[in-house]
């Protein structure tokens, strides 16, 4: 049997302890009385919280509706303070926690959240899609009477769910309707499923994942693989907490297997070229010549139409559901001579490439693809290479890295560099630009650079004037 003290149980009420004891002399709460010290039973305290007419504070309240009060009559009641420092996010004080409002550089604002209770670590989060201060404090409240309720015992009405039927709430209302990767999803919540499908979530903890990862690794699955299986079980975790069916989230905890040096690169040679395109059937020729002469994802390449290609303006338009925009994509005159070839022969198709069986676009010529790759005598090619190679040949052209990003769609030079993949003979040529540009002792007769002076330098570095060799 648990017992709350006076004082605790006066917080609970949000009434001064000397209350309480009045209250207890005249019988209106049930009380034990242990030695000199009187003490509340937790059941008999949470039943008469429960039953009074009315409750304690309002911060201590789940807000699911729109507060009651208008945004300034609450600041009168329970604000204790802003701080505002000129450059630095305004910090408005609520006594048990803050709201921290930062302006954008578009002159817009966004809202943060900012609190702690009692020994637990501070809590510190930006609120997406708050648009004002009173959204931000509906979810500051929300989270301090849910952290509160956890301190104090009070029981949480949380349905217990197995992972299994956590795995088909996340597939039916998250992963198939928002991802287009949701069949990756799905592949790896069955296996996750086979591990920890009829276990609730709540009793999943981080050892046992360590466990499935060990297995895996066993099984012979790579690093790499196991890791998107990590990721997959963590966002469903994660929806769990969003959706109020659990309060932790184990595959947090869970280290991923390091990932350095996984990348594959694999940039197809122009002896390779010859060699696959001879071994092609007619239709993957044109496939592969073209995902070459565009650098276009097979995604991008198979259900392509004729109304996205537009001869009078040399150009391919591709929708990119990936970004949420379009791209276009310059046809050079190899490129037209093969699409204007096969427009003479497509008839009333409306895709670029018509399979003659199904009468639709070709879904996935991976066996065909396999089968030349080997009869060429290639090893390790895949698909997506083709796009790769496209890009390493316009950086060795020297065309400049934002011309071809909006050739591949690509949106930052981060992801653009991982395709960009310099070659051993690009290497060796740059350095050999130094033997045919040596260094130069300075000439005394010219005057230091003002660098030169600031740094305190005998005599000025220069650097010769020349002509900058081109890499093809």
Not at 45 to 67: C, D, F, G, M, W
Not at 408 to 413: A, I, L, P, Q
């Amino acid at each position: 049997m648990n017992f709350r003290t006076v004082k605790e149980a006066a917080r609970l009420y949000r009434v001064h302890p000397q209350t309480l004891y009045d209250w207890i002399k005249e019988g209106k709460i049930p009380f034990t009385k242990i030695g000199r010290s009187y003490r509340i039973n937790e059941a008999d305290l949470q039943k008469s919280l429960e039953t009074r007419s009315y409750h304690p504070a309002e911060l201590l309240q789940p807000v699911t509706n729109p507060i009651d009060v208008s945004l300034r009559n609450y600041d009168k009641l329970h604000l204790k303070g802003v701080f505002k420092v000129d450059g630095k996010p305004t910090r408005f004080h609520y006594g048990l926690g803050s709201v921290i409002e930062r302006k954008t550089k578009k002159g817009g604002k966004t809202f943060g959240i900012d609190y702690k209770i009692n020994g637990a670590p501070r809590v510190r989060k930006a609120i997406k899609g708050a648009r004002t201060r009173a959204d931000a404090l509906k979810v500051l409240t929300n989270e301090l009477s849910a952290a509160f309720q956890e301190e104090n015992g009070f029981k949480r009405d949380v349905p217990e769910l197995t992972f299994a039927e956590m795995e088909a709430k996340y597939m039916e209302k998250y992963s198939k309707p928002n991802k287009r990767s949701w069949k990756s999803d799905e592949s790896y919540l069955k296996t996750l499923c086979a591990a920890f499908g009829q276990l609730p979530l709540n009793k999943i903890v981080p050892e046992m994942i360590e466990d499935y990862k060990i297995a895996r690794l066993k099984a012979g699955l790579k690093p790499i693989s196991i890791n998107r299986h990590l990721d997959c079980g963590q966002t469903l975790y994660s929806k769990a907490i969003d959706w109020n069916y659990c309060s932790f989230n184990p595959f947090k905890k869970v280290d991923r297997f390091s990932e350095a040096g996984t990348e594959k690169q694999r940039i197809l040679t122009k002896s390779e070229e010859e060699r696959l395109l001879r071994a092609c059937p007619d239709y993957l020729k044109n496939i592969l010549a073209i995902g070459l002469w565009t650098g276009m994802r097979r995604g991008e390449l198979l259900p392509l139409k004729w109304a996205d290609v537009h001869f009078d303006k040399a150009l391919i338009r591709v929708a990119l559901p990936k970004e949420g925009k379009s791209k276009e994509v310059p046809i050079n005159d190899e490129l037209m001579a093969v699409l204007k070839s096969l427009r003479s022969k497509a008839g009333g198709n409306e895709y670029v490439f018509t399979n003659p069986t199904t009468g639709t676009c070709y879904k996935d010529p991976k066996r065909s693809f396999h089968s030349a790759c080997t009869a060429a005598e290639i090893i390790g090619l895949r698909f997506h290479d083709l796009r790769h190679s496209f890009i390493t040949r316009e950086i060795q052209a020297g065309v400049q890295s934002q011309i071809i990003m909006s050739i591949t769609g690509h949106t930052t030079e981060k992801t653009f560099r991982r395709y960009a993949h310099p070659q051993q003979e690009d290497r060796l040529r740059a350095v050999q630009l130094l033997c045919k540009n040596p260094a130069k002792n300075p000439d005394e007769n010219e005057p230091p650079c003002q660098t030169c002076v600031e740094r305190g330098s005998n005599g000025p570095v220069t650097v010769p004037a020349t002509k900058t060799e081109s890499v093809s």
